[in-house]
Nanobody, 122 residues
């Protein structure tokens, strides 16, 4: 499956943004999907994931502010981000895996999008 992330940009602190990740070339509904991010000079970190059945899990740093969802008819997963903080600045990646259970480990995800930059200004 090929993944294409979009929706990044510059946003002020406290603002909102929605990222999209469009999938092609696979049976999207069967994949567990994840969002990860990588800030400059830091390792890639888990943000959130959504299973093929719609179960979700969030990192402590974004729980209550970010929402992951999916539209299987459109082969797309979304990341809704609110109350953005400067520390949310990063390149955001979507990823897909058939393997379960839902995991925060990037090594478990087999397919990755190219990333989209989100910059939160203070």
């Amino acid at each position: 499956v090929q993944l294409q992330a979009s929706g990044g940009g510059l946003v002020q602190a406290g603002g909102s943004r929605i990222l999209s990740c469009a999938a092609s070339g696979g049976t999207f509904s069967r994949y567990h999907m994840g969002w990860f991010r990588q800030a400059p000079g830091k390792e890639r970190e888990f943000v959130t994931s959504i299973s093929s059945s719609g179960s979700t899990f969030y990192s402590d740093s974004v729980r209550g502010r970010f929402t992951v969802s999916r539209n299987n008819a459109r082969n797309t997963v979304y990341l809704g981000m609110t109350s953005l903080k400067p520390e949310d600045t990063a390149v955001y990646y979507c990823a897909a895996t058939y393997r379960g259970p839902l995991t925060i480990l990037s090594s478990a995800y087999d397919h990755w999008g190219q990333g989209t930059q989100v910059t939160v200004s203070s």
